[in-house]
């Protein structure tokens, strides 16, 4: 047989088994992929908004507001923001009290920060309290705005205190949230 | 072949010390650097690596007498991604929280020279059985590095081995070692060490 043919031909059946292969796996994984991820926020958002019997739907510009009501009474409200971190995006669900002046918690939704520094926004396994960082976040004051300190605690009702060694990536995130709160509370005042 | 005879057990457990990719060959350093901050992602690089390894090993012994030289590198590096496409994709499904800490080095396998290395030097040229001894020794001697690597980082880095705690408690974790420099350091020793053992040995 002539040598260009058969380059072509192998070449040609090795990648169209390898493709038939990939595809038939992807049809069996995605799904599972795809179910894990609404999972995550789902169980993120319950997690977040405080003790509600009923979650209303509420699409504001590129933001899907997710509005906690408790007995018709709106108790909380959360939303997804994103923002670039040290490295790529970080996103996570925010929740905020009605009046949007405070946040009610914090939960990082993925991120990729340097292992080890910027990843204890999520956990830092060197303090008895893993989740501390995102958990100092309750019943912060969003206005005027978010500020983060270093190496000493929060003293003010509108601080929280950054991470030893990964001030960028702390920084990113009081940076997201004083970002995106406001925009959000301008588009659902004016609504 | 004209070599002097290796037993099948020998082909298995020269990967493994003798021939280790990372401490002898330096085969495959960028996920070995990259991803060994805690002895977890270092294990399942390690596996992820060997199912890798040793699935594309007998399917190029498989194919090698049915692929023209000229494509070769090709079709190996297709069959290679195959593999690594399907790891990646079962972590993703099974082990959401290891496949997102590994992030993008999973897909980078299939660049992994200590793969291609296998297929090129052993896998296109001798038979099934050897292939997936060959490999599979390769593996667990990618993977046993990984772990080692991985621990030592993550005991000095972070305090605790595979995410329990073992450091006492006003140990203060030195961050250099979770950070590329530390990765440099602490193989730079395990491959000095295993030096050190192999002339220890020679000398007896």
Known sequence: MNKSLKMILVLTIITIISGSILSYWDSFTKPIINEYKSNKLDKLILEILPEHNSIEELKLGEYNLYIGKLDEKIVGIAFKVEGSGYQDIISMIVGVTPDFSKITALKILSQKETPGLGTKIVEDPSNKNPSWFTEQFKDVKVEPEIIYVKNAKPSKDNEIQAITGATISSKSVVNILNTNIGKVKKMYNEK | ?204
């Open chain 2, 1 to 204: 072949m004209s070599q002097k005879k290796v037993t099948l057990f020998q082909e298995f457990l020269k990967g493994i010390w003798k021939e280790n990719p990372i401490l002898v060959s330096l085969l495959g350093l960028c996920p070995t650097l990259a991803v060994t901050v805690s002895a977890e992602n270092g294990l399942a690089m390690g596996l992820a690596s060997t199912f890798v390894v040793i699935s594309s090993s007998v399917f190029v012994s498989i194919l090698r007498k049915i692929i023209p030289s000229q494509v070769r590198i090709a079709s190996f590096i297709v069959i290679i991604a195959t593999f690594v496409t399907i790891a990646d994709r079962f972590l993703a499904a099974y082990y959401p929280e290891i496949s997102s800490s590994l992030g993008p080095f999973i897909p980078l396998i299939i660049v992994n020279c200590m793969i291609l290395g296998r297929q090129e030097a052993f896998a296109s040229k001798n038979n099934i059985g050897r292939s997936f001894l060959d490999a599979f020794g390769v593996g667990i001697g990618f993977t046993v590095v990984l772990v080692l690597l991985g621990g030592v980082r993550e005991i000095l880095g972070s305090g605790t081995l595979f995410g329990v705690e073992v450091m006492w408690n006003s140990f203060h974790p030195w961050a250099v070692m979770i950070l590329p420099p530390g990765a440099f350091l602490a193989l730079g020793l395990i491959i000095g060490a295993s030096n050190w053992l192999n002339e220890l040995g020679e000398k007896k």
